[in-house]
């Protein structure tokens, strides 16, 4: 499918009017339907995967492989999956549904379905503690008339993107007006080790964490700078399970993990390493791919999980889309939170009309994918 953005979102790729994804649907003999969603995008630019590879991994490889499985924990998906290596966001999007369509089964929320997997405590708090992410932008100038606009909106956490030649002056100017706000920064691997020296000037502007400076699939270079820094590392792109989550931890190559359930291949993998960060006592927060409904009620079941104690990259539907593929839309609510919907499973209605909208705008959109 494709939907447009409310304005043009900087992707991986650059630029783009829409976003395109993979909604799955999963319906089983007593009539429960799950949603899951593949967040590939058209370029192997933030991950491997496309839609391309997408679909014909999900339509050769993964949806055979559950059809007609009787299926009673959603936690059996990885091993029915097994048989395909790789592919973590394919496989995200067909374990959600099967998640979703669990809990309506079981009459839970998808939220309590994920507590069912923890130890008791781990219960949901109803609500996830969100921030917001801000792109690039020309000037500083710029960036804190959006961070200024954000604030107004009631985000509590401002992210900003950074790069070489656009960070310790950055940060500095954003400091100077705004000396106490929950600060971020991301790097999306825009740096290597060869710029410790540089990066350590960060260290005093008060960050919540400096987000994945190094290479994308690095975790060892990162153990030699996070002890030159007194800013928390977070690592992102580079946490691709739960092995490498203890890796990067014992390894002290970050001492903040974020977990994007797609990048991970689902919420089993999650559920791993949100253990592993609650026996390490190690902060983590919920990243996302800009996802439509049904995926972003996962995510927002997840992150409503007390062993995530960070603000999470889920904003509220209205700062991508004017019309989601489901209702109601997600709202922040005071304190900088977006409550979980209360419904079974992901808690929110995906209306099937505007579905095939957007299957139909992807087919008009990108006809040179359509093979
Ligand atoms: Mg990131």
Redesign the pocket.
């Known amino acids: 499918m494709a939907m447009p953005f409310v304005e043009n979102l900087r992707t991986s790729f650059g630029e783009e009017p829409f976003k395109t994804a993979i909604i799955a649907a999963l319906h089983t003999d007593e009539g429960f339907t799950g949603w899951g969603e593949c967040g590939a995008e058209i370029h192997p630019g933030y991950s491997y995967e496309t839609m391309g590879t997408s679909m014909h991994v999900l339509s050769e490889f993964l949806a055979p492989a559950l059809l007609g499985k009787r299926i009673s924990d959603a936690t059996d998906v990885p091993a029915l999956l097994s048989a395909t290596r790789g592919h973590p966001l394919a496989k995200h999007a067909v374990e959600s549904a099967v998640w979703d369509a669990l809990a309506q089964a079981n009459g839970q929320s998808l939220a309590q379905a994920f507590a069912a997997h923890l130890p008791a405590g781990h219960e949901s708090r109803g609500y996830a503690n969100v921030g917001v992410s801000i792109g690039i932008k020309p000037t500083v100038e710029e960036t804190l008339a959006v961070i200024t606009k954000r604030l107004g909106e009631g985000y509590g956490r401002i992210k900003l993107k950074i790069q070489p030649g656009w960070d310790v002056e950055l940060a500095r100017g954003v400091r100077k007006v705004y000396p106490d706000i929950l600060l971020m920064l991301?790097a999306?691997s825009a740096y290597t080790l060869a710029d410790a020296d540089h990066l350590k000037q960060l260290d005093e502007f008060n960050l919540l964490m400096l987000?994945?400076p190094l290479g994308h699939e690095d975790i060892y270079q990162h153990s030699k700078l996070q002890p030159q820094m007194t800013t928390r590392i977070c690592l992102?792109?580079s946490i691709l399970s739960a092995d490498d989550t203890r890796m990067a931890l014992e390894l002290g190559a970050c001492k903040i993990i974020?977990l994007k359930p797609a990048r991970v291949s689902g919420y089993t993998e999650s559920l791993e390493i949100y253990r592993v960060c609650v026996e390490h006592n190690t902060p983590l927060w919920v990243?996302g791919l800009m996802e439509t409904g049904p995926g972003r009620a996962a995510n927002l079941a997840f992150a409503s999980l007390p062993g995530v104690t960070l603000p999470c990259d889920i904003s509220a539907t209205s700062r991508y889309y004017a019309q989601d593929l489901s209702e109601p839309p997600f709202e922040l609510q005071p304190g900088s939170r977006i409550n979980v919907p209360t419904g079974l499973g992901i808690g929110v209605h995906v209306y099937e009309d505007r579905v095939r909208a957007a299957a139909a705008l992807w087919r008009e959109q990108y006809p040179y994918q359509q093979s």
């Open positions: 991301d999306n987000e994945q992102d792109e974020n990243g």
